[in-house]
């Protein structure tokens, strides 16, 4: 509930990693729950920022550097700019999305790690990690993959284990394999710094005891288990070039930079702070950091909660140690659970994913924000199918909301002269008061003479982060009214009865408007067209932030008699047909037979391990060449540009490889070993000149190099340096 010793708000969302687009996972777990929250709340005319960013180190990204060929800041750079674009299409109104790539991100983590390490709180360790003795590299978190001790998964990372969501370190893993070499790693001392997570375990039980019946279940469920289990020290420093450099001068910080999640979670801070310069006040970010009456709301997804309710306190506690700043703590942590499409777990890493760009390149943001968001995955896992996405939009947004709108306006604009007709407020009807207060019981504003109340009103569940209950609440409103226009009949009262019909449709224009603002968190778009056909032309986000149009005024009728509709009128939804929404079935399909085939070709990986390995039966059988006969096969660098699978053929891999100006397509048996998905953006070596041929039917024009390894595992051959597609090798 909202409590009067708080003045302001911060809202934050998870970091994404920037090593990927959004895709609906990160929206309904994070971004968009906590966009509608901010826009409720800014209605309410309250003081409150939402601030985030790209997580823009980490394993993951260098990984996808190595993959790709090309550095970690190129990655990042890639993808911080689709995430944030994608996010802004998606109408998700954050203050600032930063990078914590930025210098002042840098200082930030690094300030905090002084002020630690000066105050003696960290302990320094010398423990045995695995080492890859190929690469010449430690190898943290996900560059060890191997078997989870827990479930059995034999595709779980270092750091965690996707499948159970235990969080491992990597030595806990069976039959570890370096996910550079493929080699298994060695174990070698090396020194790190350790945040003592264990000292503040009295203190961190007492922060979660006190949340306790006003946080989720979920949230003091995670927090519990893993109090329980005890806390123990945490390696908070890496062996990695990527990320914040340990920011000492001794030989032993040498080569590492800080763990990921010590300066992620600081990325709100850094970004508040990057916030507060663009706004020409740089001193505001500590407002919102530390004053006490400044309430933090961590929006994440279930898989980040103890970052955010154990070890980020413990650190902001740490800071606060002795020092006259005092940073906040979080005030609640709404963490979701997942969303699901068509009944299979998200997971880029299986190949199910729909990136919210594609999406909202074939449909409009808000019939996908009301999707997600009456699917909110709040206290389970929920989700999203495209057949009800197809039948929401059509029956709740077109021919609920947006059929009670346009007849409403239409009706004004054809038999009143697009004019809001004069009534007295006190002849209402029955009926048209029985509609008005309807409407505040379910919104929740207080003058009511309710008779069937809800469990909750929408201002409760918003303030309780009940977002879905909220969505599902201001939906009946849209519902009722449509009731109401339809049991008055004012296509027949204009004739019959003209004084009816005129405070039938002033109600009706006045409903429309406190729709406009009731739907205004969920569905901004849709909102500001109903304020434009309303006559309401001005920009309706500065007339909020300005209080001019709030959350209070569906108390008061706002339109009065005699003010003028613009005279035009939007179809607010266009309906959703069977064909829009097959091609999407498909490739759902597509996704998990992908999926399924990496699976099987991880099975045939196994079998052949008990297999001899290759390069003991296969000897040097060829007849010695000379060099003319070498020089005639014309060996380039190529890059993949695109690649797909070729139906009904398990094998096979369509790759479309761009050769200096030239594209073509190659054909090649390694479906097995390498999905679509992961070829892409790939350097390859390409026998060039080699005679075209057809395979089923299609055709083919070259080969890619690849080697079998010991594990009967295609290796691509991938020569590595900077501009060298087109080049041949010599
Ligand atoms: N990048 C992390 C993830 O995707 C989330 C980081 S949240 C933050 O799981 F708090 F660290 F920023
Ligand atoms: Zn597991």
New binding site residues.
């Given amino acids: 509930m909202t409590d009067k010793k708080f003045n302001r708000t911060l809202v ?1 969302t ?4 920037a090593n990927g687009p959004i895709h609906l996972g ?1 929206f309904a777990g994070t971004f968009l729950p906590a966009d509608i929250y901010v826009r409720y709340k800014r209605l309410r005319g309250e003081d409150i920022i939402h601030i ?4 823009e180190h ?1 394993v ?1 990204i260098t990984i996808r550097a190595e993959k790709e060929g090309i550095t970690p800041q190129q990655v990042v750079d890639r993808f911080h700019n689709l995430q944030k674009d994608a996010l802004a299409k998606a109408n998700i109104s954050i203050d600032n999305f930063s990078r ?1 790539s930025l210098p002042v991100h840098h200082a930030t983590a690094q300030e905090f790690f002084l002020d630690m390490e000066q105050k003696g709180i960290f302990v320094k360790k010398t423990e045995k990690q695995f080492y890859d003795e190929d690469a010449k590299m430690f190898l943290s978190d996900r560059y060890v993959t191997g078997t989870c001790p827990v479930c059995g998964n034999t595709d779980a990372n270092g750091d965690q284990c996707e499948n159970c969501g235990t969080y491992l370190s990597a030595t806990e893993l069976i039959n570890p394999k370096s996910k550079i070499t493929s080699k298994t790693p060695v174990l070698r001392e090396t020194l790190h710094w350790y945040f003592p997570l264990g000292k503040y375990q009295k203190q961190l039980e007492a922060f979660i005891n006190q949340h306790e019946g006003d946080w989720r279940q979920n949230v003091i469920n995670y927090s519990r288990t893993w109090l329980n289990s005890g806390l123990t020290d945490r390696a908070i420093t890496r062996d990695l070039s990527w990320g914040v450099n340990v920011p000492l001068t001794s030989d032993d910080a040498k080569g590492k930079v800080l763990y ?2 010590f ?6 801070i850094s970004s508040t702070k990057e916030w507060a310069v663009k706004h020409g006040k740089p001193d505001t970010w500590k407002k919102y950091w530390l004053q006490p009456d400044t309430r933090l709301i ?1 929006f ?2 279930k ?2 909660v103890v ?2 309710t154990l070890m ?1 306190p413990a650190m902001l506690m740490a800071k606060n140690e002795g020092s006259a700043e005092q940073y906040i703590l979080p005030d609640n942590v709404p963490a979701s659970e997942f969303m699901n499409i068509e009944g299979k777990k998200f997971s880029k890493s299986r190949g199910y994913a729909i990136y919210l760009s594609d999406f909202l390149e074939k449909f409009p943001a808000d019939t996908l924000r009301y999707m997600i968001a009456m699917n909110y995955p709040e206290n389970r896992d929920t989700d999203f199918s495209w057949k009800e996405f197809q039948s929401r939009t059509n029956s709740e947004l077109a021919d609920t909301l947006g059929n009670f709108v346009k007849r409403v306006i239409d009706f004004t604009n054809a038999r009143m002269g697009g004019v809001v007709p004069e009534v007295a407020e006190n002849q209402l009807s029955e009926n048209d008061t029985h509609l008005k207060s309807q409407i505040l019981t379910r919104v929740g504003a207080t003058d009511t003479e309710a008779q069937v109340k809800p469990a909750f009103t929408i201002t409760e569940y918003y303030e309780q982060f009940s977002i879905r209950s909220a969505v599902f609440e201001t939906m009946q409103i849209a519902g009722l009214a449509n009731k109401y226009f339809n049991d008055e009949t004012p296509w027949k009262s204009i004739k019959e009865n003209p004084e009816k019909c005129k405070r039938t449709i002033f109600v009706s224009l006045n409903v429309c408007y406190s729709l406009a603002i009731i739907f205004y968190p969920i569905l901004p778009d849709t909102s500001k067209k109903i304020f434009r056909m309303l006559g309401i032309e001005d920009d309706i986000d500065e007339k909020i932030k300005q209080g001019a149009i709030k959350w209070d005024d569906v108390k008061t009728f706002q339109l009065r008699g005699g003010h003028k509709l613009s005279g035009t009128s939007e179809i607010l939804f266009k309906k959703i047909e069977d064909a829009d929404i097959e091609p999407e079935l498909k490739k759902i399909d597509q996704m998990i037979s992908d999926a399924q085939t990496a699976e099987q070709a991880k099975t045939e990986q196994v079998k052949s391990e008990a297999a001899p390995p290759a390069h003991e039966t296969a000897a040097v059988a060829k007849p010695v060449i000379t060099i003319e006969d070498f020089e005639k096969i014309d060996l380039r660098v190529g890059t993949v540009t695109a690649c797909e699978k070729v139906p009904k053929a398990d094998k096979l891999l369509k790759l479309q490889v761009r050769i200096g100006a030239n594209e073509r397509q190659i054909l090649s048996g390694i479906a097995m070993h390498f999905t679509p998905e992961e070829m892409v953006g790939k350097n390859i070596l390409v026998v060039a000149n080699l005679a075209p041929r057809k395979m089923r039917g299609l055709d083919s024009n070259g080969m890619l190099l690849a080697v079998e390894g010991s594990d009967g595992k295609l290796n691509l051959v991938q020569p590595q340096g900077d501009g060298i597609n087109g080049n041949a090798v010599k």
């Fill in positions: 934050t998870a970091l994404p990693y990160h985030g960013g790209s997580d980490g993951p914590t990921v999640w300066d992620a979670v600081l990325g709100y961590h994440i997804g898989d980040n970052f955010h980020f």
